[in-house]
C-alpha cells in the first residue's frame, strides 16, 4: 500500500481563506518532512520542510505542523493568493525506501479569485 | 545560478523507437535523482545516483529502462524500445546531500509522448 497518503486530492479555496493539506506516513522512523509545490509546466519546488524534533514551523503565510504520535503533518496556508493555485506534494523519508523521500500522491489546490 | 537541465522538453515519438532524455545537475550537488510523473501513479523514484555511482534502481519498470551518470555533470536515461505505456513527464533532480535529508532540486521535466 502508500507509504504516505494525502488529502484531499483537489481543494477548492476563494481567495483570503485559509486552505489545509494533510499527509499521514506509515514509518515511525521517518525524521524529514518537506512540502513541494508544483506549477503548471515546472518541476516540484520546496516550499517549507519540518524535521522530527520540532512540531510546527512557519513561513509567512505557510505553516506545517507534524505529529509524530499520530504520524501526520499538514500544510497551512493562510490569505490565499490566486498565485497559491498549483499542485502541492507532502513527502517523507521511508526506511523502508532506503531514507529516500517517498511522496504523497499530490493536492491540487485551486484559489477562486 | 543555473538550476538543474534537461532535455528535450518534449519529445514525441513512435513505439519501438529509442528514447533519450538528459540531465544537468547543479555544479556541487553529489546526488541525481529520476522521476516519473503520471496522473495514475504520481512521483515515482525510478533510480538515484550518488557520486556518480547508481545506487538503487529498483525503481526502474523494467529492463527497457538505463539510466548512466558518466560523470557529475550529466546523466542520461534511455528507454529502448519504448511503448505507449512509457508516455509521462520525466523530472530529474538533484542534491547536496545523501540521503537527501535536504532540498531536491527538480528540473522542468521532459515530456514524453509515445504513439
Known amino acids: 500500500g502508500e507509504n504516505v497518503e494525502q488529502h484531499p486530492s483537489t481543494l477548492s479555496v476563494q481567495e483570503g481563506d485559509s486552505a489545509v493539506i494533510k499527509c499521514t506516513y506509515s514509518?515511525?522512523?521517518?525524521?524529514?518532512f518537506p512540502w513541494y509545490k508544483q506549477e503548471l509546466g515546472k518541476g516540484p519546488q520546496l516550499i517549507i520542510d519540518?524535521?522530527?524534533?520540532?512540531g510546527e514551523k512557519k513561513d509567512q503565510r505557510i505553516a506545517v505542523t507534524l505529529n509524530k504520535t499520530a504520524k501526520h503533518f499538514s500544510l497551512h496556508i493562510t490569505e490565499t493568493q490566486p498565485e497559491d493555485s498549483a499542485v502541492y506534494f507532502c513527502?517523507?523519508?521511508?526506511?523502508?525506501?532506503?531514507?529516500?523521500?517517498?511522496f504523497g500522491g499530490g493536492t491540487r489546490l485551486m484559489v477562486k479569485p | 545560478d543555473a538550476g538543474v537541465i534537461q532535455s528535450p522538453r518534449h519529445e514525441v515519438t513512435e513505439m519501438g523507437q529509442e528514447v533519450t532524455l538528459r540531465c544537468k545537475p547543479i555544479?556541487?550537488?553529489?546526488?541525481l535523482f529520476w522521476y516519473r510523473q503520471t496522473m495514475m501513479r504520481g512521483l515515482e523514484l525510478l533510480i538515484y545516483?550518488?557520486?556518480?555511482?547508481?545506487?538503487?534502481d529498483s525503481g526502474m519498470p523494467e529492463d527497457r529502462f538505463s539510466a548512466k551518470m558518466p560523470n557529475a555533470s550529466f546523466s542520461t536515461l534511455k528507454i529502448q524500445p519504448s511503448e505507449p505505456r512509457d508516455s509521462a513527464v520525466y523530472f530529474c533532480?538533484?542534491?547536496?546531500?545523501?540521503?537527501?535529508?535536504?532540498?531536491?532540486?527538480f528540473g522542468e521535466g521532459s515530456r514524453l509522448t509515445v504513439l
Open positions: 533532480a538533484s542534491s547536496l546531500n545523501y540521503p537527501p535529508t535536504g532540498e531536491l532540486f
Open positions: 514509518d515511525s522512523a521517518s525524521n524529514y
Open positions: 519540518i524535521r522530527s524534533n520540532v
Open positions: 513527502a517523507a523519508t521511508l526506511n523502508n525506501a532506503g531514507n529516500m523521500l517517498t
Open positions: 555544479s556541487g550537488h553529489n546526488s
Open positions: 545516483f550518488n557520486n556518480n555511482v547508481p545506487i538503487d
